[in-house]
């Protein structure tokens, strides 16, 4: 089981699964996943790399998904980058949201 997120029903779903696949049932509106990882001390969320089967997530969607709270994790602070490894990830990611 792997930390993996999707864009899909213009929402960002984070979830503990084997495939992105698994993280919802229909398709139809997924745009890009990922990886994600998660500090809960200091309320900050990475999202990384991206999903073999749906692409990267575009960083404009996750932006705009992340400033109108189309997500589960009020207070919380996204970065995002395409590196495919969290460490790296954590030095080379943008702030979704001020």
């Not at 997924?30 to 991206?50: A, C, F, M, Q, S």
């Not at 395409?82 to 460490?87: D, K, L, N, T, V």
């Amino acid at each position: 089981m792997h930390k993996k997120f999707i864009i899909n029903e213009g929402r960002l779903k984070l979830d503990v699964v084997d495939q992105h696949v698994d993280i919802a049932s229909d398709h139809s509106t997924t745009n890009g996943g990922g990886w994600w990882h998660i500090d809960e001390k200091n309320r900050i969320i990475w999202l990384y790399g991206r999903s073999m089967r749906f692409g990267a997530a575009p960083q404009n969607e996750l932006k705009k998904i992340i400033e109108t709270d189309k997500h589960d994790y009020p207070g919380y602070t996204f970065f995002h980058s395409y590196a495919y490894e969290a460490e790296t990830a954590k030095k080379i990611s943008v702030m979704l949201n001020p």
